[in-house]
């Protein structure tokens, strides 16, 4: 049975800060203490990680400063983690491009100490130099996705998207890959499956974070404040189906509250969700999940 | 021959491109700066509501909303403009045998500047140069090479024309339209090698600057076009007729793959359908496959077969059929289909002889069709 968590909050966003600092923090402390069973941060980071292992946090920063995975929502999970028993020099927090990083307000570190962040293009890093062939998949892999992380966090921002339907956890690693334009057709079915079905994610992911503080429910992938609705909330479950299912309901849930037709009215389901589970990578159907919501 | 002999061959023969300006996937996935892509705004598209547009440049009509790129990965919707980022960025830069196209009845033995930037509107799985028309252009070295910079270069290295090539010149439309009236400005001829998977009115648009066209035509089912090109067979189809409707030379390569590609029946089909609407004088080349890219599972294409399907070319009245990839092969010569003698002969890049004297064989009076001089 999947476990999927929907943790929410009002007001989750300030004048002062914007993000409410102490409101983030208190959705990953109650959200990982629903996903996993226990309260305190080193119990349930050893539940879902090796402490010992390099871990990636991938972002998406496509949507620049308006709608991407914002610094504090990515350095607040990693301070998680670190209080979690995690060394903060083994986490890195990724996307395509440095400069996609920096357009989202990211301040890249390379440096051995610290918590880092980059992008693919960054010197030295770069894409596999062998094809990975997998299923209708042929793409380089980043290296940071291939060979430096050993465990995998999907922090992805959940957005409808105008060709895959959704943007969520398992699209997310789309970033991972130097082709993602080649496979958009379809609404993006089977490719997001069968992408995420490579070894190089489906061996190292651990957990699906979606970032659903603001969720753009129509006209995405890029922000648009008529169709944008502040949620407040974070989804998380260690199935990555599950957790894409979960936030494609949300999705569901305010088009119809805003009077838009369903995403297969507009033929665009994300199908490639209902296709993961035909490749044995998550649970879609309601009856194998639980969802346990809570608003604090 | 498998490819890497097939190469080192090649080179020994001096059958290799003369000049290696910048040479593509040389430093591959160094990346360019991402600052550093053009943007000039796209030709061919539709401004929708909310920030959306449309591109109408090729039969995908990718709809995009901001911050999206197209299926070629070259062109972006920037706010609601649609840019083109590979205007002037040249990833690739040779001079090569005009042979090498292949174009055989275009100014043969004389060299063509061959340019290409980053991207494809299709996703073959056997592309020869996936290095650079399966990325995305801040993945791969490039060089600023504005058109008058492409006319120039051609004529510092005494190249007649120039050849849009490697990748796929059509998602670099506008720089190669306007290096297209640059050149003719100056005198040089302008050659595209394209799968020709585009919409009608862009390339009608560009027929009109060009002066001569190479279409690889992959297969004659649609069915093979979904599973191993991803693209329509229809347009690509429209798109040879338009050309050979067009004051424009056309030739057409045929990669045949074994057991995809390469029935009789199939290849009859094909050259009936060119007999009909084009005619019997294009020129059609049977080219050989080599394992590469997603299709390494397959042998490269057996010398009996081209050979076969060759014959099978000229029983159904096709003047001009040609064997690409075997190097030295007779059927590299062209042969005049009256007198049946060898009017141009070639090995490899290198011609030989040419037994043709103002657009007519030299030994009959046979009026070949080409763009001789």
Known sequence: MAKVIIIQTKNIYNSKEGINSEKLNNLYTRGFHLLTGFKDSKSSIKALLSTDKKTGIKINTIGGRSLSTRPKVSLSLADYLIEGGLEEKNILIWDRTNRELMNADYRLNMNQNGIKIFGTDSNTIGYKKKLTVHRSIGSLFSSIQSDIVSQSISLAILKDHGLAGITAGMKNYFGSIHNPNKYHDFNCNPFVADLFDAPAIREKHRLTILDALTVQFHKGPAYHSLWAEEYGGLIMSTDPVAADYVGWQVIEELRKKHGLPSLKEENREPLYIKTAEKLGLGSVNPANITILREEI | MRRRNFLKFSAAAGLTPKKCL???????????????????????????????????????????????????????????????????????????????????????????????????????????????SQVRPEQITHIDLPPESVVKTAEKNNCPSIAY??????????????????????????????????????????????????????????????????????????????????????????????????????????????????????????????????????????????????????????????????????????????????IVKRMGYIIEKINIKNGRCALCGQEIPGFWS
């Open chain 2, 22 to 132: 910048l040479p593509f996937a040389s430093d591959l996935f160094s990346f360019s700066d991402t600052a550093n892509l053009s943007k000039v705004e796209a030709r061919y598209y539709t401004k929708l509501p909310d920030r959306e547009i449309e591109c109408q440049l090729c039969p995908r009509f990718c709809k995009l909303g901001d911050k999206e790129r197209g299926y070629c990965g070259v062109r972006e919707n920037m706010g609601g403009t649609y840019y083109t980022l590979v205007y002037g960025k040249a990833c690739a830069v040779h001079v090569d045998p005009i042979e090498k196209k292949p174009l055989f009845h275009f100014l043969p033995k004389t060299t063509a500047l061959s340019i290409a930037t980053a991207g494809c509107n299709v996703n073959c799985k056997f592309c020869q140069n996936w290095e650079i």
């Open chain 2, 165 to 342: 090539t490697y990748s796929e010149p059509l998602i670099f439309f506008e720089y190669m339209y306007d290096t297209s009236l640059e050149a003719r400005r100056k005198g040089i001829k302008n050659v595209v090698i394209t799968g020709a998977h585009v919409n009608p009115e862009p390339f009608k648009d560009l027929l009109e600057v060009v002066d001569g066209v190479k279409i690889d035509l992959k297969a004659f089912n649609q069915d093979f076009y979904t599973k191993y090109v991803r693209g329509k067979l229809q347009p690509v189809l429209d798109a040879i007729v338009a050309a050979s409707q067009s004051h424009v030379w056309l030739e057409i390569v045929y990669l045949v793959i074994p057991t995809l590609n390469d029935t009789t029946s199939e290849i009859r089909q094909m050259c009936r359908w060119i007999k009909k609407e084009i005619g019997p004088d294009v020129p059609l080349h049977f080219s050989r496959f080599y394992p590469y890219y997603l299709m390494k599972n397959l042998p490269p294409t057996p010398l009996s077969t081209l050979e076969s399907l060759r014959n099978t070319a000229l029983e159904e009245g096709l003047n001009y059929v040609y064997i690409g990839n075997i190097p030295a092969h007779e059927a590299e010569n062209t042969y005049c289909p009256h007198c049946g003698e060898i």
